[in-house]
């Protein structure tokens, strides 16, 4: 019988831990609540053995197992050991991305005195208090308070700490920090069922006499065969005046029951509006060669990964769905990637339209139990086809059959927190993993892929022609520097683009216009001194949004300021922080400036804006995008949200304002992502029966990415950019890790970054050029500040093996693990 387990936690360390076997002996893949460092933390055994540790060395029991069966499947555990070695990430913290299980562990917070705090609690009683302290009287009192409650040696929850003294958490964590007390935190099994209650009619009961409410009650549950929510009760009681004390004497005399029942999981989606769905559309030649391609390999059996490029409108969704259909006739199971939450309306729509009660929903908005309650039907078996963004390619699916990537190239996929996976990769191992076939589909593949693809690593499949022989739409090009010249103004919109929006509205088409940035005006800068308005956290300008109106909600966009990388906010100042002048200049228009000057523009038009102001839940992309279909809205603005994916079919022109400012950015990709965005968005227009055209405003008419999304030409396009990469020796020709020091004090974060900059310079690398350390573009991020190198190796196990050595090395300097942030295959270096 195995004596340990080696247990997965999820904290910044590269190990596991061994803890003795307590009882019940746990299996591979199961999770256990184990104690580390003063906490219970949970964890996932990774190992069961005999092997006893060194003598000296004391081992700590399981405390409790949580799963009688392997929670996580073995080729799970294999895919967690592969990203943990690929992306050089802690194992712990991997596994704990693979299960959005937070529902069903409940933390509490303990606290206790420590020895420091009992003599602080005995040396005040005989001397007083010390006003020396930066606390406030009223604090320190408070702080004595906690101590004589804890004085008996007792630990307390947090909850009743804070009821008894007055503490907050603020300050009892100070004291934590001080060493006058020691907090542990505690995990427990928690039921993460979705349950709601339902007021049942009792069919059988006799009826007694019935005062007026009473038969008002009995009505309405007849009314509706005898059945209803609580929820909904409750509403209709209050709109009669009857008083819910009622419902409680209906229950005690057995005329009605109410019942627990497992609550209803709303999937959403956004109505067809006419439209057929994807899998009712007749496949034309070019889909069903390629159909053909990828149902033959799923026939044959095997990992075999496949590039399907088409053009935007060419019905690549289509095909997903018909592959997906032969995946589910051959027994298997069919996963779905999307790249952000605000594809998720139309695709699930159109899934559960398709396959109805199999489908499964995986994303960041969904509540912690509703993600528990769908990652067990998929791990039952009752969801054999998933979507979902990023994390949902760790889905626990039965006898995985397909995966498919949507829009491939589009950096949502990366994670930019540890571990610092990217979706599409993540993809491709477990397809490997599974002996599946997976498929990334784009428009503009991501360079990588398709170097991949050239190199005959994957199976590329072309859709180059629009479905119905439907055109791609024509691009015109308008320089703003022309336009400057002829107005002498800056302004938001040209006059072109005005002209044709105006032209467009009239026949009664819709327009979308690309905006990408949100707020109002992105810099708001004294004329005086030059000084910008920075976030108090970052090395980074705060973004002006505007009040829209006097009755906005204290949570909602207002007259402030806010960065949008901490979302620190504060008031407009109306003077200078620096030198006092009153001139503020307001720089740089965002959606809702330009949302603004539409509605002075357009004054008729229905105008909507999609940004992550406007779409701050799950719901909300459902309303707009159902105002979008059905027409009740002709003239949207937005952010880059607006370009992907969606299949607008009253669209017949797109504007592009502002895009090409990207290409400023100090990111080698900057090129690539400027023609993803404006191809992108260029395939939103025309998609039904009438053309489509596109106005793009630029300031680099001339640059070759703007000069091939222009012309539809990603080909040529892909020629030119190889062309820097290799000269550059930049990805696909070769891999590249960021490696980011870190650090709440400036001067540590330097030392550290010379530290390891020295041990660069020293260590033989073999074949590993190391650019740096240099300041990180945002040298400071939410009170951190961040030192980098850049890595760039021709073979992938050398740059594993340096960064290993790396890490070692920071090791024994002292140089804490969650101070260094690896980031292989970077997607942004920002």
């Excluded at 607006?642 to 079919?649: L, R, S």
């Excluded at 030392?751 to 573009?777: D, I, M």
Aim: proline letters at 4%; charged letters at 25%.
């Amino acid at each position: 019988m195995p004596l340990f387990c080696d247990v997965a936690l999820p904290v910044p360390l590269d190990q596991t831990f061994t803890y003795s076997v307590n009882g019940v002996t746990p299996v591979v893949g199961a999770r256990v609540l184990v104690p580390f460092s003063g906490q219970r933390l949970m964890g996932v055994v990774v190992r069961v053995h005999e092997d006893a540790p060194a003598d000296d060395f004391e081992i700590k029991p399981v405390q409790q197992v949580l799963d009688d069966a392997a929670l996580l499947p073995d080729e799970l555990m294999k895919l967690a050991a592969w990203i943990a070695s690929y992306y050089v990430a802690p194992l712990g913290e991997v596994l704990r991305g693979m299960l959005p299980l937070a529902a069903e562990v409940k933390r509490h917070f303990f606290y206790r005195i420590a020895e420091a705090g009992r003599r602080v609690l005995y040396e005040g009683a005989a001397k007083g208090s010390s006003r020396r302290s930066k606390l406030s009287a009223e604090e320190q009192d408070r702080e004595y308070a906690v101590l004589n409650y804890l004085e008996g040696g007792e630990q307390a929850k947090m909850s009743a700490l804070r009821s008894a003294t007055g503490a907050n958490k603020g300050l009892l964590e100070g004291m934590v920090r001080k060493k006058w007390l020691v907090r542990e935190a505690v995990a427990e099994e928690r039921d993460a069922r979705r349950l709601e209650k339902v007021v049942v009619l009792v069919a059988e009961a006799r009826l007694p006499k019935l005062n007026e409410n009473q038969t008002a009650i009995l009505a309405e549950l007849a009314a509706v065969g005898g059945r209803m929510r609580l929820r909904d009760l409750r509403i209709i009681l209050t709109r009669l005046g009857v008083p819910l004390s009622t419902l409680g004497t209906l229950v005690k005399r057995g005329l009605v029951a109410i019942e627990e029942v497992a609550e209803e999981f709303h999937v959403g989606g956004v109505a067809a509006q006419g439209k057929k769905h994807a899998h009712e559309h007749d496949l034309n030649e070019a889909q069903m060669e390629a159909l053909g391609t990828i149902a033959a390999a799923m026939d044959k059996g095997g990992f075999r990964p496949h590039l399907l490029y088409g053009i935007t409108g060419s019905g690549k969704t289509t095909v997903y769905f018909a592959a997906m259909q032969r995946a589910l006739d051959a027994g298997k199971s069919a996963l779905l990637l999307v790249p952000e939450i605000g594809l998720t309306p139309a695709m699930a729509g159109q899934m559960v339209a398709a396959f109805a009660g199999e489908v499964a929903l995986l994303h960041s908005q969904l509540t912690p139990d509703e993600r528990a309650e769908q990652w067990h039907r998929i791990r039952r078996g009752e969801a054999r086809i998933v979507v979902g963004t990023r994390s949902a390619v760790f889905a626990p699916m039965v006898d995985l059959g397909l995966i498919i990537v949507d829009e491939e190239h589009d950096s949502s996929y990366k994670q930019e927190e540890t571990p610092r996976y990217h979706g599409r990769d993540v993809a491709v191992m477990r397809a490997k993993l599974n002996d599946a076939v997976a498929v990334l589909g784009s428009a503009t593949p991501s360079l990588e892929s398709w170097a991949n693809a050239e190199k005959g690593r994957y199976t590329r499949v072309e859709l180059r022609e629009r479905v119905m022989e439907r055109p791609l739409p024509a691009v015109e090009l308008v320089d703003m520097r022309q336009e400057f010249r002829e107005t002498g103004q800056e302004q938001i919109f040209s006059r072109k683009l005005i002209e044709e929006t105006q032209l467009t509205l009239d026949r009664g088409e819709q327009v979308i216009l690309l905006l990408n940035r949100r707020g109002y005006s992105s810099v708001v800068m004294c004329r005086s001194c030059g000084e910008k308005i920075e976030c108090e956290n970052c090395a980074i300008s705060m973004t002006y949004h505007k009040r829209v109106s006097e009755n906005d909600d204290v949570a909602q966009p207002g007259q402030r300021l806010e960065c949008h990388y901490c979302g620190f906010r504060r008031a407009v100042p109306k003077v200078c922080p620096k030198c006092e002048s009153e001139h503020l200049y307001f720089l740089g228009a965002g959606s809702q400036q330009g949302e603004e000057r539409l509605q002075e523009l357009f004054p008729a038009a229905r105008i909507g804006r999609m940004d992550r102001d406007t779409v701050r839940g799950r719901s909300d992309m459902e309303r707009l995008l159902a105002r979008l279909h059905g027409g009740e809205i002709n003239l949207l603005v937005g952010t880059q949200m607006i370009a992907k994916g969606h299949d607008i079919h009253g669209v017949t022109l797109v504007g592009v304002v502002g895009a090409d400012f990207q290409l400023g950015l100090p990111d080698f990709r900057a090129a690539e992502r400027v023609f993803q965005l404006l191809t992108q968005v260029s395939g939103r227009a025309g998609r039904g029966v009438l053309p489509g055209k596109v106005l793009v405003q630029t300031y680099h008419p001339d640059h070759y990415a703007i000069q091939f999304a222009a012309q539809h030409d990603y080909p040529g396009f892909v020629a030119k950019e190889m062309q820097y990469r290799r000269w550059m020796h930049y990805p696909p020709f070769t891999v590249l890790a960021n490696v980011v020091i870190q650090s709440e004090k400036l001067e540590e974060a330097t030392a550290w970054a010379g530290t390891l900059g020295r041990w660069f310079q020293q260590a033989r690398l073999n074949k590993v050029r190391v650019l740096g350390p240099a300041a990180a573009p945002i040298v400071r991020l939410k009170r951190i500040y961040r030192y980098h190198f850049v890595l760039k190796a021709e073979r992938r196990q050398a740059l594993g093996e340096t960064l290993r050595a790396m890490l070692a090395y920071a090791e024994t300097q002292s140089i804490a693990r969650r101070n260094l942030v690896v980031d292989v295959d970077a997607v942004h270096l920002m």
